[in-house]
């Protein structure tokens, strides 16, 4: 019967949504992308959606966007979070009126239309305080999203108190053991780190790899965040050795647990790339380079702004070596890059501009 029917492509759906964040958490990106679309043409086939379809179909929107906010696929973003809004209407449920309004300040947020974006946050907190007056664990996200908004800005000591409100809802609702805590003092480390505050840094990230450490394990990915962080630490204190030891204990954790072609392994080689370049070690360098460049690219595709951060540093390698025709060429494809996704009056821009210059 037709109840049955329902029933078994409901069961399907979820099969499906499963074997997507299977492939999200491994960084295949596109195998989720195509698992999702597969879902949405299975609900498109049912005739009379059920609550469940829409809020399973509202969930798979959310998910698209989270993907395509990782590419930094913005306007593919805006498309999905519209289609997800209609839902969300439909069903009057202001914790999905509340997502949306989340995902439209993250993609004014990677937009550097920050103005724009607090204001989403800022009405979402209060959305968010309306439906609980006590100040759970939803309302510690909102304070870390707005900590990650003043980041971006540089506006550091705002940044903080975001994160140390989000920290205070955390350790009272949590315990002070917690994965999410070891998140929050990661998050504070780098704010820490942006500053030059490298002792302060290194102290947060210590807490947060005690608290890792004993709730997940010692082969945990996020545990391999924190050693990168360390490592970063690290190298802004010139200490280049114990850098690259944290960062091969980094990819020794990523390698096996997200695969060769994830965007976190990228990011340990271009940390590791930075390291070697001070120690003028400029092949192995480029090397860590080539090899964070080709897993960004099929991962990330070929427009977003970790593909222009790693031409520049690939520039920074050539201008280093005299060989300045090849350095133009990199700064000049970051450049692209940068103009097309983050606008003309990005600081990251400015620092190309000033890179061909030189």
Do not use: W
Request: proline share 2%.
């Amino acid at each position: 019967n037709q109840q049955s029917i329902q029933s078994t492509i409901i069961d399907n759906l979820k099969l499906l949504q499963d074997k997507a964040s299977t492939s999200e958490r491994i960084g295949d990106n596109q195998q989720a992308l195509s698992c999702y679309i597969q879902a949405l043409i299975q609900i498109q086939s049912i005739h009379h959606n059920t609550q469940d379809i829409d809020q399973l179909q509202c969930d798979i929107f959310y998910s698209i966007c989270g993907i395509y906010i990782q590419q930094h696929h913005t306007t593919l973003a805006t498309a999905y979070v519209d289609k997800a809004q209609q839902i969300a209407d439909k069903l009057q449920q202001e914790d999905r009126v509340a997502k949306c309004l989340e995902i439209r300040g993250e993609i004014k947020r990677l937009e550097g239309n920050y103005d724009n974006a607090l204001l989403d946050y800022s009405k979402l907190l209060e959305i968010k305080l309306e439906i609980d007056k006590n100040g759970g664990l939803d309302i510690s996200t909102s304070y870390c999203n707005m900590g990650l908004l003043y980041c971006d800005q540089g506006r550091y000591d705002d940044a903080v108190c975001m994160y140390e409100k989000s920290l205070k809802i955390k350790l009272s609702t949590l315990g002070d053991n917690h994965p999410s805590i070891a998140a929050t003092y990661n998050n504070i480390g780098e704010v820490y780190c942006d500053q030059g505050k490298y002792d302060d840094a290194m102290c947060m990230y210590e807490k947060s790899l005690k608290i890792a450490l004993s709730t997940l394990g010692d082969n945990h990915p996020s545990v391999a965040t924190t050693y990168n962080n360390i490592g970063e630490v690290h190298s802004h204190q010139g200490e280049y050795d114990d850098a690259v030891c944290m960062y091969k204990k980094s990819l020794k954790i990523q390698l096996p647990t997200l695969g060769d072609n994830h965007p976190s392994v990228a990011t340990t080689y271009n940390n590791m790339g930075l390291v070697y370049r001070h120690q003028s070690k400029y092949d192995d360098a480029v090397c860590m380079y080539e090899k964070s460049l080709k897993i960004n690219l099929s991962t990330l595709g070929d427009n977003h702004p970790s593909i222009a951060t790693t031409y520049s540093n690939m520039g920074l390698v050539y201008c280093d070596q005299g060989k300045y025709d090849d350095a133009v060429c990199m700064y000049e494809k970051s450049l692209k890059i940068e103009l097309s996704t983050l606008g003309d009056n990005h600081p990251s821009v400015a620092t190309t501009y000033n890179n061909i210059g030189e």
